[in-house]
């Protein structure tokens, strides 16, 4: 061999080597970053998992400031290619991608013999508002669409960075009324036994459009006949709750990600992110309000049983608020949407998870519904983690306590 070409070769070994070594301390020191406690399910999986989305992420940061790529394109390609596993479509059910109104869908249809019109769904997926896509919780829908006997369309709405508020809320309706409109005639589903659900910020989404929905009542498409809230992020006014101090570093969702997340969703200004999480784009005068909604007085003891620090109420910065000015509008916080709208707002399910910075979230919501005496179903998952819906049925990534969380929504669903 050419002794040049020996050089090159060991030149190009010596920067690969540097390379993995470079990713390698990022990742490890990312890795100490994060907590998970003895509590949560399959641990020693999580913390792998953990692992792997640290180096995506850490690789696609790197490939984007060499030029090469898109972090977030890198991401979803990586997810798309090598976490998401489509299983061949089993017997009992049909699966057909279709269009609602410019909006892609997949629909999920039992094919057995069913007495009279089916009941729907139509579920959003999570991913931030940034990630995720039908693909992603394909085997969710197959499971639920299978096991209780439900058609379900499943929604693939327009992402952030590309897309800002509100086109994702927008796709979200116009593929539902398109749903409600022809369930009948073209799905034998009955219109008023059509729900709306979904994941994370998917649930964000489900929850904003039942309460848009509500306040519209034209009269021409029945209403959701109920909200199917998982692990839901229903507001960015306060990150400071028990459960974003109990598990800012747990994994898949930590507290800083939450509030990158909704930034992304509204404007992409992460200038202001540090100032969001301390509070201080809440403007003085609303704080009443949203303290009387959001106060751990009405969290049950056992959310406060890993220990809350009182956080100091932060001064408030104008030019903050008018930056992230529509975060604080229900169609983003919808938790924060005044009694008259939530009372028009359909019966609910709500998950949450103990290790999840959206606990309370969820917990906070449901208690505004009960106070309103709305028909609320809660399961709450004692073990449970951020995310975990996305492993369900995906082989090696696969956390048992996936299939119990969409096990409860099948259920929730044969009640309607």
């Known amino acids: 061999m050419d002794i040049g070409w020996a050089i090159l070769i060991i030149g190009f070994a010596a920067l690969f080597a540097a390379f993995l070594l470079l990713v390698i301390g990022l990742v490890y020191s990312e890795l100490m970053n994060s907590d998970i406690p003895r509590g949560v399910a399959n641990s020693g999986k999580l913390h792998m998992v953990h692992g792997l989305s640290v180096g995506i992420a ?42 609602f109104s410019g909006v892609p869908v997949r629909v999920y249809e039992p094919t057995t013999v069913c007495d009279g019109l089916r009941r729907g769904l139509v579920y959003f997926h999570g991913g931030g508002w940034v990630l995720g896509s039908i693909d992603s919780v394909d085997e969710v829908c197959r499971h639920i669409a299978k096991e209780s006997d439900t058609t379900v369309v ?27 409109s022809v369930a009948e005639a073209e799905f034998s589903v009955d219109p008023h036994r059509v729900a709306v659900g979904g994941d994370s910020t998917g649930a964000n989404l489900a929850a904003a459009l039942c309460q848009r929905l509500a306040k519209r009542e034209d009269g021409h498409l029945p209403s959701p006949c109920a909200q ?14 028990p459960s974003y101090q ?14 990158f997340y909704f930034l992304q969703y509204l404007n992409g200004d992460m200038s202001v992110c540090q100032d969001v999480l301390e509070g201080i784009h809440v403007p003085t005068e609303l704080r009443p309000r949203y303290k009387e909604w959001l106060s751990i007085s009405n969290l049950p003891p056992e959310c406060l049983a890993r220990g809350v620090s009182e956080h100091p109420t932060p001064d408030y910065d104008g030019e903050v ?12 916080s919808p938790l924060l949407a005044e009694d008259d709208v939530i009372q028009k707002t359909p019966p609910t399910f709500i998950l949450t998870c103990e290790y999840d910075v959206l606990r309370d979230d969820g917990i906070l919501y449901r208690k ?34 996936a299939a119990r969380v969409v096990g409860s929504v099948g259920d929730y669903m044969k009640t309607l």
């Open 246 to 259: 109990q598990n800012r570093a747990v994994p898949i969702l930590f507290r800083g990600r939450m509030a």
């Open 154 to 180: 499943s929604v693939g709405y327009r992402l952030a960075p590309e897309h800002r508020y509100p086109a994702q809320l927008d796709d979200c309706e116009a593929a539902t009324c398109h749903f409600l």
């Open 321 to 332: 608020y008018h930056t992230i000015k529509a975060g604080l509008e229900p169609e983003v």
């Open 228 to 241: 199917v809230l998982v692990y839901p992020a229903l507001q960015m006014a306060d990150f400071n709750l």
């Open 58 to 99: 850490i690789m696609g940061r790197i490939l984007h400031r060499l030029g090469i790529c898109n972090q977030v394109s890198f991401i979803r390609w990586f997810v798309a290619c090598f976490l998401t596993r489509i299983n061949p479509v089993p017997v009992g059910l049909r699966v057909k991608d279709l269009e």
């Open 368 to 401: 505004r519904l009960l106070d309103l005496k709305k028909d609320v179903t809660w399961q709450h998952v004692t073990d449970g983690f951020h995310g975990m819906i996305n492993f369900f049925n995906q082989g090696w990534l696969n956390f048992p306590s």
